[in-house]
């Protein structure tokens, strides 16, 4: 499958190191999304979901390796979700064939989806806000040192910080 053909023209800069990537390294991707998910069927679907987002989403790096390791993260992070989704519904199928509901697998649905809508909503951030909204609470890192790491004044950090959580409240409605 040619991927610049199947995406159209407008993304022909792009496509051209992706499509070489994806021609390249498309087996070893398969068979590490195969590895963790256990499901040689389902890995090639995660590989192609990978690739056709970066396509559809304009991604740009800067160097083949760099290229490589988001590719790798994106597909452990899909076959992880895969996995999720095929445990929820299993538990599930469980309870409605033993006829029990459980208010529990319920609640970790809705935890699920509310979660995977956050993690969507990061991800389209605006680099700088993203970076910032990252280091501030995924790795607990104070305004200073943010600051300080990126080159930033508190007060822009601060801005970001307050940016990206506007974000997200709009996105969760609250």
């Known amino acids: 499958m040619e991927i610049q053909k199947r995406f159209g023209n407008n993304a022909a800069s792009q496509s051209v190191s992706l499509e070489r990537i994806y021609r390249k390294y498309r087996p070893c991707f398969v068979r590490y999304a195969g590895w963790v998910m256990s499901n040689r069927l389902y890995a090639e679907d995660v590989v192609q979901d990978v690739f056709a987002k970066l396509l559809f989403c304009n991604y740009c790096f800067v160097s083949e390796l760099a290229a490589l390791g988001f ?3 994106a597909v452990n992070n899909r076959s992880i979700d895969w996995l999720r989704s095929c445990q ?3 538990e599930i199928g ?4 033993s006829g029990c509901s459980h208010p529990d697998i319920e609640d970790r649905l809705a ?3 509310l979660y995977l809508t956050v993690e969507r909503q990061i991800a389209s951030m605006p680099p700088q806000c993203r970076k910032i909204f ?3 609470y995924k790795k607990n890192r104070s305004n200073p040192e943010i600051g300080k790491l990126l080159g930033l004044s508190i ?20």
């Open 155 to 174: 007060r822009t950090v601060e801005n970001q910080v307050y940016i990206a959580r506007n974000i997200l409240r709009r996105c969760i409605g609250q």
């Open 88 to 90: 929820i519904t299993e």
């Open 134 to 136: 990252i280091l501030k």
């Open 111 to 113: 935890y699920e989806e």
């Open 71 to 73: 590719i790798y993260k």
């Open 94 to 97: 469980q309870d409605m064939r």
